[in-house]
């Protein structure tokens, strides 16, 4: 019988241990080579904001308005201690639907966090009409329109005269009397030293938008870079829902 040469079998052995350890090191290389991440910095691209954030002062209906989405029922006013994020099914009339995420932020000053302003496709901002307080209420605006995410984003707000049923008071008057004291608010801030409205959400931006102010007065329609509407509603009894509801399609 044929029997094979010890130095051809060492030699077979050592021919596919070369070819094993070259196929490794194409492997290994081509692995190298193409990262997973295309991005030259090696982090994901920032996600795009996909929620409609329910923002505005103490007790004017945020809550209470993420109740009536969810349950189609009223439920009075309290004061929210926690960020309250649900996926809700908003309904029209013409029987379409769509699922959106909301997120309700409290609107107590020491629980209010403006971290959500980043997550907003759309805004929903709600006004007490019936316990007006302009300056209180200005305050928080200014949080939304000078934050560089709504501002960077363009994103739209809705501005809702809240308890409308119970207060004879127009949008247009609340409209009119936030861009007075917005305009005070302005000036007042503009004379402030920069390092005292500087901080590490809305420097760029506000710096941009306190420049505006010298060079004319105050307007929701000249000043601000987003879409800002404002409409008169009562959640208690379902005043103008339908148009909220609208509005959301429009923008989601």
């Known amino acids: 019988t044929n029997t094979m040469s010890p130095y051809l079998i060492i030699g077979s052995i050592l021919l596919g241990l070369a070819l094993i350890f070259l ?9 190298s080579l193409q990262p997973s991440n295309p ?35 009223f439920l009075p006013c309290y004061t929210s201690q926690f960020v309250n994020e649900v996926v809700v099914e908003v309904e029209l009339d013409s029987d379409q639907k769509k699922s959106v995420s909301m997120i309700d932020v ?68 609340l409209k009119k009397k936030l861009e007075k004291e917005m305009q005070r608010l302005w000036m007042a801030r ?10 590490n959400d809305t420097d760029e931006a506000q710096q941009t938008l306190l420049l505006k102010s010298v060079d004319h007065v105050f307007s929701f329609d000249e000043t601000c870079q987003n879409e800002i509407e404002f409409m008169e509603v009562s959640v208690k009894e379902g005043k103008n829902m339908n148009k909220v509801k609208n509005w959301i399609f429009e923008r989601m």
């Open 23 to 31: 196929l490794f090191s194409r492997s290994s290389s081509s692995t």
């Open 106 to 173: 409290p609107g107590a000053k020491v629980v209010r966090d403006t971290s959500q302003l980043a997550r907003a496709k759309a805004l929903l901002f709600l006004v007490d009409a019936f316990n007006f307080q302009v300056d209180t209420v200005a305050l928080v605006l200014y949080e939304v329109l000078a934050n560089r995410s709504i501002i960077e984003n363009k994103v739209p707000v809705l501005m809702l005269c809240n308890k409308a049923d119970i207060m004879l008071t127009t949008k247009s008057y």
């Open 190 to 199: 503009r004379n402030e030293t920069m390092d005292s409205i500087v901080d």
């Open 39 to 73: 991005s030259k910095s090696g982090k994901s691209p920032p996600k795009k904001p996909t929620s409609i954030v329910l923002y505005g002062q103490q007790s004017s209906g945020k809550t209470s308005l993420l109740t009536k989405f969810l349950t189609n029922e």
